[in-house]
């Protein structure tokens, strides 16, 4: 059965998450596409980390945007899966995650923009992912609906922006409603889901009108399953590997 696999903050599986270990590892394992995380340094830096903070992976309590890269890539990382197993790790700039795609002839970035970013500063990204040659296999996604249509309106495919719904507020436990899939389709953007929020039938309705599916994060195999063969999704986020 067709669909595509994304590793989530890369194969974090199986090193620890967002890291240049993580990504050269799901580029290896051949998966669809390989997210990222990006947020902004108080001196410009696109940095790779899901959280704002450093609480998490590097158990300092600083938050990112108010930090210089030089301060964000003094703190190594401590936590993640099987974080023994390499060299000690440390948060990444966007380019260095655009290297380690770009090495590979297949697989897609899959950019998540944590910031509502500016129109001048989503230019500047595409700049990036042009520089390395990725521009026709990336895919941005971004709970910040503003900056996906900013970046429709600098031309970037339509066909590869999602919106990610479920990971914040209420949306968190509210199925995917008939308003949110019609504001969808007026839109042109594609959807990017908790697993659970989804359904048969508002698959279904963005299927019809020509738009994808993502669901996120699906780390057991009857899951990707029942996603795919009776959801319909297109697309399954998930920290493993596995056939269906």
Known sequence: ?????????????????????????AAEADFFGAECDIWKTRDGVYVVSHDGHLRRMCGEDRW??????????????????KRDNYPVQHLIPFTEYLSVMARSQTIHP?????????????????????????????????????ALLRLKSLGFPEERLQYVYGAVGGNKWTPVTPELT???????LSLDARHTLVSAESVKTLHDAGLAVNVWTVNDCGGA??????????MVTTEYYFEI
């Open 1 to 25: 059965m067709t669909f595509k696999r994304i590793a989530h903050r890369g194969f974090s599986s199986e090193a620890p998450e967002n890291t240049k270990v993580s990504f050269a590892l």
């Open 64 to 81: 990112i945007p108010e930090m210089t890269y030089k301060e964000v890539s003094g703190f190594p990382i401590v936590a993640g899966k």
């Open 110 to 146: 899959v950019v998540e923009l944590k910031m509502d970013y500016t129109a001048v500063e989503l230019r500047e990204i595409v700049t990036f992912v042009q520089k390395y040659g990725l521009f026709d296999r990336t895919y941005f996604i971004s709970m910040h609906l503003l």
């Open 182 to 188: 019609g504001w969808l389709i007026d839109n042109r």
């Open 225 to 234: 399953e029942r996603l795919v063969r009776e959801v319909g999704v297109d």
